[in-house]
């Protein structure tokens, strides 16, 4: 498996945002664990949280952290929502906490899951900030 690696990094991060049309210049990196990197992430608000860290605590930490500051009609896709019962875990009980929510799914192979925050659609974010998880 990948035992102390991670599968993406900052440069891949960025290519994919250059494709996209993100500016660079928009992104901050924090690089290091969830816990030790949120508090320096000082953002109040996004509108797409894609959550891709397989187990149960730092999906739960995303979801905790992320989901106040996500802005009406913003998104929170699960990456592992399927794959890994951590992630399952994490994203049931938060929806035991909110049964206001419905789960979504989209695509038939390798389905996407996620959660759209009641409102109107969200607005774009002035910035981006990533956060690197080291495992």
Known sequence: MWAGDVVGSPRRVVSVLTRVGVERERVTFHRGWFADTFPLAAVSA???VHIDCDFYEPTRLCIDRWWPALAPGGFVQFDDYSAF???????????????????????????ACYLRKPGSAAAGASSSSVVDHQR
């Open 46 to 48: 996004v509108s797409l």
């Open 85 to 111: 019962e951590g992630c399952y875990r994490a994203v049931n009980e938060f929806l035991q906490r909110h049964p206001e929510l419905e789960l979504q799914e989209s695509g038939a192979s390798g389905k």
